[in-house]
């Protein structure tokens, strides 16, 4: 179907030529922007490095200290705070960038494994990477909805965009390096021209369909799209629409000695040449030149069957043109030109979503694993990382000093700001849900499936007392603010009250056919409330166990809170609406913006609420319908007993914020080891000296970016570190 759209208005025009309706996808073409165009989904920001300001997205020091020739710096860790999210060899062979949940990417020596350069590059997780044809450029996309330049040999960012309509998810340059493809969360499709950062094209997918893995095939004429249901081939200089494959692609690579193009899908990896015909099973001809077989069916040389399970990265050898795929919890395994399996790399049960050969095809990165192809062994990793925290989570001492790190499944770490010792409690706790008492002295913990709960003497961590009583998992746990009884929501769609003390159920509430996501008290502890699974919201009496008030929402909710003096309460919910109710249960207003699905939701006071949609937290007025957006990523800040301190956790570190001007205070860093330093805004920190073989300091001046060693540093530009400035937590509290 060929539909054509009008002039939509100077001066800004839009021409719509064309929109293909197939089965599960639709796509509309769009192109011919003015500049200045309102739907242009980039828009220049600016880029870091300034005198005086931060040297880029999610810096540790946020205000450095100036200093004779130097634009900007920050210090930060020489090893990834946390997962490799993704690594690719340069071009060259030289070079290996990785990518981290702690937003920055590092460039390592390919060979000897050493650091080379660390770029502060996003707030939040690095979610792809890409290297230009000729190894000059490095692209990279975070899922703070940013996408950077970057020039390998300086360090230095050429330009700096933000993607308003959602988070990039796959790049891929075109062979002339002056070009690159990418696609985004928001379902966008777009060939960007980079001396300009102009479209020159924009494919726009069906609602709920989103992008997976783009790739551009070696001479540039075709742009291979892989979606949910089925993959495309987009013809690069009509953006037309050439083939649709039924396949349901997860990754995309074309060969390179080839027109072939391999897509991995769940079980099975498929190989797909244009213009080539086939016949179907009755011998008739087809345009359809793949031929797609699930995991149970017979295997042929253009279709090579796994074991059922989803498959995550493919890749072929520059070199060689060997083809190397991994699924999850399965072999690497590579294949010759002729679609041939070859060997096998590593012991069964390797999960490895990216794949990467080196430029002579001697070396592939497989997840976190460099592995010699030629002798079969592991040589390497991608990278380095410290684990740290698998999650941390953040609570307020009733004293307004303490926070609680979780680091792996089994142990839980407690940490003060101002340094303080640990405490390990040695159960497994899996994902569940964890709180600290209002006093800090005790923890509950979900205890595993079963819906068993733990509660601990945070100074006798060995010993607990199990309430039991829940027939599936437990998702939410609040305590009373008085610490006397706990609340808990389960899958079995029940709701708990418990004495907390003695460790006996008080009341069973029924929440409904679906289960209850979220629970808060009341202020006073008279009052519970809970609610998610269905739309409705429930008030409980907690004294006698009765229903008060059901709410009826237009979506489910995800967080509930009450006001510091219980007269009012909100809700945040999927749709990213928050609804303000009065304590009969009336609803008074309701107001939303273009964001996700609301992931926090507190008050600061009675007529402020604080909300977060997991990248912006938002201090909503008075009035409650307008507000005031403060950028902390991880947007999932908790405000201190007095309201004045915001505590918003990240990858390895705590960031603390004065709530009502959204200034930063300090970063309070996790070191390898157990060891913590505290950062201020201008870059002193404080903490052991010995954490000091951790750090590094990245530097941007006028001829780029490096990396130096703290003494390097101090030599080069005459930095004092003065631990004396940074201030103690207390202190900021009682201002």
Not at 437 to 450: F, I, K, Y
Request: aromatic share 6%; with cysteine; proline share 5%.
């Amino acid at each position: 179907m060929i539909a054509t759209c009008a002039d939509i208005g100077a001066p800004r025009r839009m021409y719509c030529i064309r929109r293909i309706s197939l089965a599960s996808l639709a796509i509309v073409l769009c192109f011919g922007w003015s500049a200045g165009a309102e739907e242009l989904p980039f828009r220049h920001a600016s880029i870091p490095g300034s005198p005086g300001g931060e040297i880029g997205p999610g810096a540790l020091v946020s205000e450095p200290t100036r200093l004779k020739g130097v634009k900007a710096w920050t210090i930060e860790t020489r090893d990834h705070r946390g997962p490799i999210t993704i690594a690719k060899f340069a071009p060259d062979g030289k070079i290996l960038a990785t990518g981290g949940q702690d937003g920055t990417v590092r460039l390592w020596d390919a060979r000897s494994g050493q650091l080379q350069r660390v770029l502060p590059a996003h707030r939040g997780r690095v979610r792809a990477i890409a290297f230009s044809p000729d190894g000059s450029l490095l692209a990279s996309a975070g899922s703070d909805g940013g996408l950077r330049f970057w020039h390998v040999a300086t360090g230095q960012s050429s330009v700096v965009t933000n993607f308003r309509k959602g988070a990039v998810n796959s790049l891929a340059f075109m062979p002339d390096g002056k070009r690159i493809v990418l696609s985004a969360d928001s379902g966008h499709v777009t060939l960007w021209r980079l001396r300009d950062l102009k479209p020159e094209w924009t494919l726009t997918t069906a609602a709920g369909s989103i992008p997976r893995d783009v790739a551009v095939s070696p001479d540039g004429k075709m742009v291979a799209l892989a979606m949910p249901g089925g993959s495309y081939i987009i013809d690069a200089k009509t953006h037309g629409i050439v083939h649709k494959i039924r396949s349901n692609s997860r990754a995309l690579a074309w060969s390179p000695f080839s027109r072939d193009l391999a897509l991995q899908s769940p079980g099975t990896l498929s190989f797909f040449e244009p213009g080539r015909k086939r016949t179907d099973r009755r011998g008739k001809q087809t345009a359809e030149n793949l031929k797609h077989f699930g995991p149970r069916e017979k295997r042929t040389d253009h279709s090579v069957s796994g074991d059922g399970r989803s498959s995550s990265a493919v890749d072929w050898s520059p070199a060689t043109g060997l083809l190397a795929s991994c699924g999850t919890e399965d072999e690497i395994r590579v294949y010759d030109t002729d679609h041939k399996l070859v060997y096998k790399l590593g012991p069964p049960g390797i999960s490895a979503p990216w794949l990467s050969w080196s430029s002579d095809g001697r070396r592939l990165i497989a997840g976190d694993d460099i592995w010699d192809t030629n002798t079969g062994k592991r040589v390497g990793s991608a990278g380095r990382s410290y684990g740290g925290a698998r999650r941390q989570i953040v609570q307020w001492h009733k004293d307004g000093e303490a926070m609680l790190w979780r680091d792996s499944g089994k142990d839980l770490l407690w940490v003060t700001f101002d340094g303080g010792g640990t405490s390990k409690a040695a159960i497994d706790q899996g994902h569940g849900p964890i709180r600290m008492s209002p006093d800090g002295e005790r923890l509950a913990t979900s205890a595993g499936p079963r819906g068993d709960i733990l509660l601990q003497d945070r100074k006798k961590m060995g010993e607990a007392i199990r309430l039991s009583g829940h027939k599936l998992a437990v998702i939410a746990l609040r305590w009373s603010g008085d610490g006397t009884r706990l609340a808990s929501a389960s899958y079995d769609t029940t709701v708990r009250v418990w004495d907390a003390k003695r460790g006996g159920v008080q009341h069973v509430l029924s929440a409904g056919p679906l289960a209850p996501t979220c629970l808060d008290w009341s202020k006073d502890d008279e009052k519970l409330v809970s609610g998610g699974g269905d739309h409705d919201i429930r008030v409980w009496d907690a004294t006698t166990g009765k229903r008060l008030h059901t709410l009826k929402a237009d979506s489910p909710a995800s967080h509930v809170s009450w006001s510091p003096t219980g007269k009012l309460l909100a809700s945040g919910h999927l749709d990213g609406s928050i609804v303000i109710w009065d304590a009969a249960g009336k609803q008074l207003r309701q107001f939303r913006e273009d964001v996700g699905k609301i992931v926090d939701l507190q008050w600061d006071d009675d007529e402020t609420v604080v909300s977060s949609d997991g990248r912006t937290l938002r201090f909503w007025t008075s009035e409650l319908d307008t507000h005031r957006a403060m950028q902390v990523l991880p947007a999932r800040g908790v405000l201190s007993p007095n309201r004045r301190v915001l505590a918003a956790p990240g990858p390895q570190i705590m960031t603390l914020w004065r709530a009502r001007f959204g200034q930063p205070i300090q970063v309070l860093l996790a070191l390898p080891g157990g060891d913590h330093v505290t950062i201020d805004p201008n870059g002193h920190w404080r903490g052991d000296p010995q954490s000091a073989k951790h750090l590094v300091y990245v530097v941007a001046t006028s001829d780029g970016q490096e990396t130096l060693t703290p003494a390097q540093f101090s030599k080069k530009y005459g930095w004092k570190n003065d631990p004396a400035r940074v201030r103690s937590i207390k202190w900021e509290l009682a201002q």
